[in-house]
């Protein structure tokens, strides 16, 4: 039993690394401090100030950055989800897990994304 839990922390560690560090980045590109939103964001407002851009303008455009940000959230979560599902069926194949065990790791693995 100890043994299975320290696989499973041996597995979920390097995800939790990737999710938390993926949020930090998410929250700094919400509060406009992450460089690469800055030249948008401040286009944005300087093109609002100016009149070219109304409010409803400023709306949409956040609204796209926010879906536009989740699908690459999501986009993220599939990929590492895939990577540890392939670590997880050559662990099935060596022999080091059952079949079942397996199935039920990736489940977990899932839920802890």
Known sequence: MNKNKKLIALLI??????????LKVSAMDHQHRCPRNGSLRESVDEL???????????????????????AKEKEMKDKIYNMECEKIDKMVSEKVITKEKGEKLKAAVKANL
Do not use: A, F, W
């Open 13 to 22: 560690t390097p995800v939790i690394i990737l999710c938390t560090s993926g």
């Open 48 to 70: 609002k100030e100016n009149g070219t851009l109304t409010e409803d303008d400023v709306k949409n455009i956040h609204s796209y950055m926010i879906k536009d940000r989740q």
